[in-house]
Nanobody, 133 residues
Framework: EVQLVESGGGLVQAGGSLRLSCVTSGFTFDDYAIGWFRQAPGKEREGVSCIGCRDGIKGSTYYADSLMGRFTIASDNAKNTVYLQMNSLKPEDTAIYYC???????????????????????WGQGIQVTVSS
């Protein structure tokens, strides 16, 4: 059974930091790209960052332009876990954050980084991140 479980969310003041974790199981970790997405109330789900998601290259990373370098994605392959370090948080970062898994080979098939929800096959249940002003 495929599982992705997010943790590390919560309430933080503007300017603060959080680190989200995504623990995965039930699939071959090295064969999949892992992406982080978020969805704010009344808005569509949007891609934040992904790893292993460019040109089928293991460890490759990609970030949404809007993040302006504030977030960093990393993986611990021994633990089948992906992290999202979020710094300089802003109230507009408030959302439910999801991690998801897509076949890494799809980045070659689609010809670009995998950061669109429909490209992902498996999803976690999501975790709330709230940034107060």
């Amino acid at each position: 059974e495929v599982q992705l479980v997010e943790s590390g969310g919560g309430l933080v003041q503007a300017g603060g930091s959080l680190r989200l974790s995504c623990v995965t199981s039930g699939f071959t970790f090295d064969d999949y790209a892992i992406g982080w997405f978020r969805q704010a109330p009344g808005k569509e789900r949007e891609g934040v960052s992904c790893i292993g998601c460019r040109d089928g290259i293991k460890g490759s990373t990609y970030y949404a332009d809007s993040l302006m370098g504030r977030f960093t994605i990393a993986s611990d392959n021994a633990k089948n876990t992906v992290y999202l370090q979020m710094n300089s948080l802003k109230p507009e970062d408030t959302a439910i954050y999801y991690c998801a898994a897509a076949r890494a080979s799809d980045s070659v098939l689609y010809g670009g980084p995998l950061l669109t929800p429909h490209e992902y096959d498996y999803w976690g249940q999501g975790i709330q991140v709230t940034v107060s002003s």
